[in-house]
């Protein structure tokens, strides 16, 4: 059965301490990993797409990264304004969502 | 650059009530998508149109629920009879084609069933 697994749920940093989220996966065929953002009573916000184990991503603070069991967002020296639940996203045959991380970063 | 509107932002129904939900994709977009989100869960893929055809509605309800995507105006998502357990965020995404796989999310709309 395709799935997702996120962890850890909740995070919480100090400003400039660097961590990584970490996102495993089970799915047939996987045609693309997504990481999202979420701001709380909003939807989610896009910001990376993966396609192959190898393959890596930069936007600002953010890294993600992808093997064939998993993806990584690394976040180098985070802000308070990155705060927020970061969702993970496979597509095989259909797409399934994580349950996210839950970030806060402590000025 | 109007990004994937949705409203009604908020819908308050009694048990019962029929809900219609509606989503306007992003311009140039053609895929649809909704997901419902509960307190503490993640995102559950519901159902996937195209304009005019429904592509995949394997998560969808079987009972109730139906989604259509017409060629003109928006796409509506509609729960008849509610319950209590229909409450929750109902988010619609839009991609730009069946190869652009990267959606874009709207605002949602709180579903709350009294």
């Known amino acids: 059965e395709d799935q997702v697994t996120q962890s850890p749920e909740a995070l919480r940093l100090q400003e400039g301490e660097s961590s990584s989220l970490n996102c495993s996966y089970t799915v047939s065929g996987l045609r693309g990993l997504f990481w999202y953002r979420q701001d709380p009573g909003k939807g989610p916000e896009f910001l990376f797409t993966?396609?192959?184990a190898g393959e890596e991503k930069e936007k600002e603070r953010l890294k993600a990264t992808l093997t064939k069991k998993e993806s990584f967002l690394h976040i180098t020296a985070p802000k308070p304004e990155d705060s927020a639940t970061y969702l993970c996203?496979?597509?095989?045959?259909?797409?399934?969502f994580g349950t996210g991380t839950s970030l806060t970063v402590i000025p | 650059n109007a990004g994937v509107m949705q409203n009604p932002r908020h819908l308050v129904r009694r048990r019962g009530q029929e809900a219609r939900l509606r989503c306007s994709p992003m311009?140039?977009?053609?895929?649809v998508y909704w997901y419902r989100q509960l307190p503490e869960e993640g995102l559950k893929f519901m159902v996937y149109?195209?304009?005019?055809?429904?592509?995949?509605e394997s998560g969808m309800p079987k009972e109730r629920f139906s989604a259509e995507f017409p060629k003109e105006g928006p796409s509506i998502l509609r729960i008849q009879q509610v319950v209590r357990g229909d409450s929750a965020a109902y988010f619609c995404a839009s991609s730009g084609g069946a190869l652009a796989y990267e959606q874009y999310f709207g605002p949602g709309t709180r579903l709350t069933v009294t």
């Open positions: 993966l396609y192959s």
């Open positions: 996203a496979v597509l095989g045959n259909q797409f399934y």
């Open positions: 149109l195209q304009k005019e055809n429904i592509i995949d």
């Open positions: 311009k140039g977009h053609s895929h």
